[in-house]
Every structure is written in C-alpha cells, then in structure tokens.
C-alpha cells in the first residue's frame, strides 16, 4: 500500500496535521498582536515578533460591529509586513467575542461578510494568511447547535465566495470549551468545508490550569475528531488571576506537533491581573514579563521550536518528488534492503523511536535517524517493524511505504542529507485496536 499527501495551493490539512503551501508540516509558534486597539504599535511590533524568532502573527482586526473598522488596505499592509519578515498571518475578526451571552458581539455572519468584502486583498494570498473567523464567537451556555450551525454556514458562505485559505475555528465558551461543544463536534462542522481545509482552535486559561486537564483535552479532541488543532490563545493567567499550566501546554504541543499562539504581545488592561497577560511591558522588546520570558526563552518555547513556513525556505515537497521517490526507489530496494540490512554492520544511518503518544485508539511516534557512517549521505531509509500490519493515517518529514508489518520511510529532498553524525526526525500517525505496541526501527 502506496501512502502519499497531495500538495494544494496554499496551506492544506492532511489528517491531524496543518501543511503550508509546498505541502510540508507546519507547527504554528506565534503570539497574538491587538492591532484593532493598537494600530500604531503594529509596524514595530511585527518588527520586535520577528526578532523572536516567532513564525507565526494572530492580527486582532475589527469588522466594525463593535470598534474601528479594519480597512482593506490596512490588512493588505499587515499581511505585506508579515510575508517581509517570514511569517504568518492569522488574521481574527474579534467583533464576535461572547456572542449569545455578551449582546454586543456581532455574529459569525456579520464576520463572513466582512471577509467577503476584503476578499480582494486576500486572494493570492493563500500561502500567507489563514482565516481565523471569528474570535471566541459563541459564550457561555448557549446552545451548542448555534455554534455548529453557525460555523456551518459561515464555512460554506466562505467558499461560495471563492475564499480557499485554510479557515481556522474558535472553540465556544468564551474560547475555552468547557462544554466540550467543540470536543464533541468539530468533526461534524469540518464537514461542510468541501476542501477538508478547515482546523480548530481552542484557547486555554483558567479551565487549564493543570497537566491532566491539557493532556485530557488533546488528546480526546484528537482521537474524536482527527482534524488539527491549535492552541490559538494561552498565557499563565486566566480569568480573576488563575493559574494556567503553561508548562503543559508548551510541552504537549511540542511532543504532540500542534501549534500554539500566546496572548498578548502588549496593551492588556481593564482589571489587575489583565497586565500579566502582557509578553512586553508596554510594547517594549527589551522588558519581557516573565510570562513572555517563559513563552519566547523557556523550553519548548518559541526560539527553541519554531520553524519558519517552507514557503519562505524554498524547501518544497510536492506531488511530482512524492511520486518519483516512492515508485522508483521503494519499489526496487524493499526486497533487498529489508532481508538483509536492518540493523546490519553496513547501515549508514541508525533510526530509534524517540517519543511514543497514545491515546483512545491513535498514536503518535517521534523517529530520530541519525548519521552513523564516516561520511555524509544524501539519502537515507528505514524500516519501522510493527507486531501487526499498521493502520496509517498520516505521517510527516518522510514517504513512507507499507508492505505488510514493514513501514519504509524514505527521506524528503529537505532532510535527506545529513552530515556526519547529525539527525533528523520524522513523525507517524496510526490507529489501533486499544493495545499499541511501538514498533523496532532500523537503518537502510
């Protein structure tokens, strides 16, 4: 069984998984800017995130419903800043915030056609800018059919419009899904997305505040729905100054592969603890608050994860490079290499399984291949060995081809050479039948 992930124009979705526009994975490590309320602070903003090394920008814009209206061309200037500095652009009507319990929200409608009426400065821009399309668009304790019909239609009205960017949905309850609305439905409300081009967001403060309740929350969003999700808002306070497990969430996206998003680069005012969500004390780059210390320098925080878009890089993975590697080189070398030299004296790579994540019936495995030979290679395979035949359902950084309890994972024109003694890792993603056992792995 041949298993391949096609390439679309712009960023795409292959199962758990958000690839950007030349088909490879993308974990976003991003921080949020209020331009909405700040609209002066923007340029030096994007200028101060970029020197973070963040890969990834969520721009606050306004529909006008509640505050100043966000012009076409201040969006297309926004998006030009971002490309210029190598980043992202998840650009979020915030107009919608609380709608159903705070009656001065506009609704998921009012938001589709603001998007509709920039759609202009948008187009061509797929590979840039994903649409986030309202902000925390439903409140406490309303309905959950609001939120699911409403995502529905506005999906729908999007694409009707001609928008193909890869759409990006807040969790309800304020953002935090403590219902579980989203939890439990997101599956259904991907499905009115005809280009299966949709991911989920939740944001987590004080319904967060520790390892068990992250971890919980991953990982059954994951196994129930099998679409991606992102940590679109978090910061290490929540609601009346409680405490959020940052720690955790860092963490398990890291091991996981989402992308996460911390709120906010400067401004937050209105109660006490409202300060501490600050990454800069007063937009100032040099005076990081000890949460924005924590999210840019502390492990597994932005300047040691984050990748840039290969968009910006050049490193492309497209359909012709997937087609040509797995049909010639898998097909001749499954025969000999695996019978004889796994594992072999003659291997010029070693392979082990770094990080192992189960849940419900998933898994996911982190593979590191390193070089072992005395000289650098240019390409390089191995063989995951399973008890029982696999049952992939995405995988990413290598082709892989499935033969029975053999996976061949070849490397991609981005990360097949490696010098002497360097690495490289790859990740898989299956089902299982409730027991998983992690596969051996050897080198080529």
Not at 214 to 233: A, H, K, M, R, W
Not at 267 to 292: A, Q, R, V, Y
Not at 296 to 311: C, D, K, L, W, Y
Request: aromatic share 10%; charged share 15%; proline share 2%.
């Amino acid at each position: 069984m041949l298993i391949s992930i096609s390439c679309q124009a712009g960023f795409s979705v292959s199962g758990t998984q958000l690839l950007d526009g030349n088909g490879n994975p993308f974990v976003m490590r991003g921080i949020n800017h209020a331009h909405t309320w700040f609209t002066n602070r923007t340029t030096q903003a994007i200028e101060d995130i970029a020197s973070v090394k963040a890969n990834t920008v969520r721009v606050v814009l306004s529909n006008g419903y509640r505050w100043n209206r966000t012009s076409a061309s201040e969006v297309a200037d926004i998006i030009q800043q971002l490309k210029a500095h190598k980043m992202i652009a998840v650009l979020e009507v915030h107009d919608t915030t609380g709608y159903g319990e705070e009656s001065a929200a506009a609704s998921l409608d009012n938001a589709v056609d603001y998007w509709l009426d920039i759609a202009s400065v948008l187009e061509g821009e797929e590979d840039y800018v994903i649409i986030n399309i309202g902000n925390e668009p439903i409140g406490n304790n309303v309905s959950s059919s609001v939120w699911i019909n409403d995502h529905m239609d506005a999906i729908r009205r999007l694409r009707d419009g001609g928008l193909t960017h890869t759409l990006l949905i807040d969790a309800p309850s304020w953002g935090q899904d403590w219902e579980q609305v989203m939890l439990k439905h997101a599956a259904t409300v991907a499905t009115a997305d005809d280009l299966h081009n949709t991911v989920f967001s939740v944001h987590m403060y004080q319904i967060y505040p520790d390892y068990n309740s992250v971890y919980n929350y991953i990982t059954q969003f994951l196994d129930t729905n099998q679409v991606p999700l992102v940590i679109g808002e978090f910061a290490s306070v929540g609601y009346q100054g409680a405490s959020v497990d940052v720690d955790s969430i860092m963490a398990l996206s890291e091991e996981m592969g989402l992308g996460y998003i911390g709120w906010s680069w400067s401004g937050n005012s209105g109660s006490p603890e409202s300060e501490l969500l600050d990454i800069t004390l007063d937009f100032n780059l040099n005076n990081l608050s000890e949460w924005g210390d924590r999210l840019i320098n502390g492990e597994n925080g932005i300047r040691a994860t984050a990748q840039p878009a290969t968009v910006f890089t050049g490193d492309d993975n497209n359909g012709g490079d997937n087609g040509g590697d797995n049909g010639g080189d898998n097909g001749g070398d499954n025969g000999g290499d695996n019978g004889g030299d796994n594992g072999g004296d003659d291997s010029l790579v070693s392979c082990e399984v770094t990080s192992e994540y189960t849940w419900g019936t998933g898994y996911q495995l982190e593979v590191k291949v390193t070089n072992i030979s005395n000289a650098p290679v240019e390409h390089w395979q191995v063989s995951l060995e399973y008890q029982e035949a696999p049952e992939l359902t995405n995988f990413w950084n290598a082709d892989l081809t499935a033969d029975g309890v053999t996976v061949l994972a070849d490397s991609v024109n981005w990360n097949g050479s490696l010098g002497v003694g360097s690495s490289t890792y790859f990740g898989v993603q299956g089902n299982h039948d409730g027991s998983f056992i992690s596969p051996s792995c050897y080198g080529n």
